[in-house]
């Protein structure tokens, strides 16, 4: 917040009338031509790329950015994307195109946890843990604001605060219940590292209640917490018509004057919804102040001033031209990421395919010429969709026969309401006979797993049933490998999946996310060696959904790699490559110190193989004398390194005091004496990860000397 744009703020906000302050709460403010305040509409969306405002460049969907464990690349995306709002925002708004999807007020990154896989917008988030999804997120929130917070390029939002992970049928009415050591260990964690370290402009409330407050007028979560404890300077917005759900499912209110009452009091500045048309008769019914509602309006007109939407103040961003969206940078930014997000789950030594030695290939599945598997939600259009099927012919040219066949739809069990059941089996099946190696593209779209109100609602509200792959696609699977052709099985989906069976029996699986607009091409490149995979789980693949708890049970006990007691199918923090890497020569400066003081880690990442790769290192923390329930052990520090065959690079982590912390009973950040264990390595140190890669993490033993001392959280 600048202090001469809230100056001026100000100014504009108490020439007003009480009726013209309540119009700028809604998500589409009315212009006030006397004040020369246009109109704007803030709802916009760019969780993967600027999405619902005609062509942009269409980036892997938010999973799989996590599986990329990669800041750098997170925030350049973030920047592309914001570069690319301003350019389309600076010629609509020539032709007064100010309409949903127009502006710059992003509502992204969505940093809740993916604590349970069924949920089906998890793969809006960067995964599982609360220390990755803050790092990413943060570093997607000063890619979209930009480095001058004066003048963002931008405006970002941390969504959906808090607690917040489905089911999705349940969420306009479910009361999330938590305790608060896993209420600030795991699912605030993040926000406040967006609030507090990447200057966020904007949180967004969930639609579900928490320990019984709606979160959208929660006094807990959005007065004491957001803006006490962390100081938050700017807005809050509903979720779009959650504050509706008060009065017609939370019951916590009996109409729509007292719910717009309860938000605006607890501090919910902007209604995604219509609540707030009767915003006015709660102030004249007594149930709100006007200098509490001035008090939002103002910070509402301070962020569109420095944004440079009134024509009184422009942007040094007014410059930005059309010609970047789409061009040939981001494009190429966009396949890289694809690349860089793909989990090699296994390999026995079939990839990478030499195109030299193949002279047919069958690519099998509903995921193979899908375009809806590309993108994931809440995406833009693109002007050129490749997928997995175009991109493996253009790769291999004339040169190699492709056969193809869907198989089976996605769900159902039959391509056509007249056909009889597996009506395209006996095609995939001699698709399979006549290649010599298949490609079967398997998994998900965000028709089945998504968001409530979306086309998933067919399949489950858009949350999974379970695990397995839906409809006849395990199925398939079998048919195909019985045949005795080597397979190659690509997973487009946005969630962990029951791959049990495809482990024990298939020659490779790569886990390909939902890759972007031009993902086959990503996937081609990889399949036939043009780069090596390099990502790894941002979630947990479990066995199956037996190892799950009930999905409306918020406590972390049992939930994701941190509390997991069973063993996973694929581990978090796992992935192989086509290259070999070794870890050498790790130290830690001190074995004991005193709390408070600075630990540092070296190791020498070496790439032993014949492909240049985006290693991913991983510190991890376990507290071995805690006074209260911890985690396995915590990620607490990643850092990439790019190696070329036979380079080494030396990487260092510093810890500090709160990198040995643990979350008590009562929520406080604490730090106790005690012996502590650092884990570093390409993996987390579970035996899973151990047992598949063939590899230990290196570790120390430090012990901490002193009291027990609170740290900031």
Known sequence: MNKETMKRAKELVSQMTIEEKCSQMLYHAAAIERLGIPRYNWWNEALHGVARAGDATVFPQAIGLGATFDEELVQAIGDVTSTEGRAKFNQLSKHDDRDIYKGLTYWAPNVNIFRDPRWGRGHETYGEDPYLTGQLGMAYVKGLQGDDLDNPKSAACAKHFAVHSGPEADRHHFDAKVNDQDLYDTYLYAFKRLVKDAKVEAVMGAYNRVNGEPACGSKRLLKDILRGDWGFEGHVVSDCWAIRDFHENHKVTTCEVESAALAVNNGCDLNCGCVYEKLLYAYKAGLVTEDTITESVERLIELRLRLGTLPERGSKYDDVPYEMVECKEHKELSIEAAKRSMVLLKNDGILPLKKDDIKTIGVIGPNSNSRIALVGNYEGISSEYITVLEGIQHYVGEDVRVFHSDGTPLWKDRMHVLSEARDTFAEAMTVAEHSDVVVLAMGLDSTIEGEEGDAGNEFGSGDKKGLKLPGLQQELVEKITAIGKPVVLLVLAGSALDLRWADENVNAIIQCWYPGARGGKAIAEVLFGEDSPSGKLPLTFYKSDKDLPDFKDYSMEGRTYRYFKGTPLYPFGYGLSYSKVEYL?????????????????????????????????????????????????????????????????????????????????????????????????????????????????????????????????
């Open 585 to 713: 020569d790790a130290s830690i400066d001190k074995n004991e110190g005193q709390i408070g003081d600075t630990f540092t880690v070296k190791v020498n990442v070496k790439n032993v193989g014949d492909y240049a790769i985006h290693e991913t290192v991983q510190l991890y923390v376990k507290d071995l004398e805690a006074s209260t329930r911890v985690a396995n052990f915590t990620l607490r520090g990643i850092k990439k390194a790019h190696l070329l065959p036979n380079e080494t690079k030396n990487v260092s982590f510093e810890l500090n005091a709160r990198d040995f912390a643990i979350i008590d009973e009562n929520g406080r950040c604490i730090v106790e004496p005690g012996a502590f264990k650092i884990y570093v390595g390409g993996q987390q140190p579970d035996a899973r990860s151990t047992e598949l890669t063939g590899i230990k993490c290196d570790e120390f033993e430090v012990v901490l000397k002193g009291e027990v001392t609170e740290v900031e959280y």
